[in-house]
């Protein structure tokens, strides 16, 4: 067990502690746990219980993230524990991010430190660390313990994440993170509550601030059958992006049916390539589709001339014709980490 971080002791409930760590701000009871099933109170003090048991631990293409315009055709080593502070009905990694509901509060993974999670990664060749598959806020501690280490060791760090994560906790975060991948799954309350058990506005804050911060952002949506691809919704989405910044690279990306979600079929084709069209007639500079191999849609464009800068398939970089973070046709800066 590691004592957490980002928790208070309420005055007017005795034994209770009020976790801050992300934005449902669980009041939790001693001996109990909050909604993520992996931080509990013990006689007042609230305990992170999977601090560096991982789960999972791969090494990666960065493209899978998905993070496009940060070190691309560079690997990354991934890690997770289990445990999540959603419950999307349509999770993809509902193996471990639902374990600890499914298996009676327990807590399985291989007992990991900081130092050799970061020694891992270097021996890998990877140019960066990302904590992810699940939401990488309930192991908030071990990430940042390990941020440090590898930023240290000259690593960048990447966030997945589904953008709960509380104010203060983001700000500490912001300090050693250098991209982070946030999913914008809808824009509407009415998904949230129904499909993930949370809200949206929390998430349109994060995304906000985490921008603010100087972390390099990018945003993700899969896009469901009837749940959130009617034009408006799409148009929403991109519009609320564009507000903060055009040059947020946003993902629009195919859905397939799982865990408690096959009652849809999978996105169409065309229905992204209607996203992706919109996103760019909203003034985003770069619309990328997800998720349908050698579609050209991965590719990065040029904003300025219209050529590739950045060639794909799948999670492979194919060609790249950039120098020194400027397209090489025109001249024209590429947004991003290069």
């Known amino acids: 067990m590691h004592e957490a971080l980002f928790y208070t002791h309420p005055d007017d409930k005795p034994n209770h502690v009020r976790c801050l760590l992300c934005r449902h701000n669980c009041l939790i009871a001693e001996n109990h746990r909050g909604i993520c099933k992996v931080r509990e109170n013990r006689n007042g003090v609230l305990y992170s219980l999977n601090y560096g048991r991982l789960i999972s631990e791969n090494i990666d293409p960065i493209e899978k993230k998905p993070i496009f ?9 991934s ?7 959603f419950h999307c009905k349509h999770c993809q990694n509902y193996e471990i991010s639902q374990y600890p509901h ?4 327990e807590i399985p993974g291989t007992l990991r430190t900081p130092e050799e999670v970061v020694e891992a990664a270097g021996r890998a060749g990877c140019r960066s660390i990302s904590y992810t598959y699940v939401e990488p806020t309930i192991f908030y501690e071990f990430a940042l313990d390990t941020a440090k280490l590898a930023r240290k060791a000259g690593m960048k760090n990447i966030f997945v994440s589904n953008g709960y994560t509380g104010a203060e906790a983001t700000r500490e975060l912001a300090l050693y993170l250098d991209a982070n991948n946030i999913d914008l799954k809808a824009f509407t309350d009415k998904f949230y509550k129904e499909v993930c058990g949370a809200r949206l506005q929390p998430v349109l ?3 906000r601030l985490m921008k603010e911060l100087g972390v390099w952002v990018e945003v993700t949506t899969l896009v469901i059958p009837e749940w959130n691809d009617s034009d408006e919704e799409l148009r929403d989405i991109a519009s609320f992006i564009k507000s903060i910044s055009a040059d947020i690279p946003w993902h629009v990306s195919r859905f397939w049916p799982t865990y408690k979600m096959t009652d849809r079929s999978p ?14 007639s909203e003034g985003l500079r770069y619309v990328y589709v997800g998720n349908i191999p050698d579609d050209t849609g991965e590719n990065t464009l040029c904003p300025n001339c219209g050529k590739p800068v950045i060639e794909r398939t799948g999670f492979a ?6 120098t020194d973070g400027n397209c090489t046709h025109c001249n024209t800066p590429i947004a991003g980490i290069f």
């Not at 499914?102 to 509060?105: A, D, I, N, Q, S």
């Not at 970089?317 to 950039?322: A, D």
């Open 69 to 77: 315009h940060m070190l691309p055709g560079s690997r990354s080593y």
């Open 79 to 85: 890690i997770a524990t289990v445990g999540c502070n």
């Open 102 to 105: 499914r298996h009676e509060g």
């Open 205 to 207: 804050d994060t995304i």
């Open 267 to 280: 996105t169409p084709h065309q229905t992204l390539t209607r996203a992706r069209e919109i996103g760019l």
């Open 317 to 322: 970089v194919k060609q790249q014709h950039m």
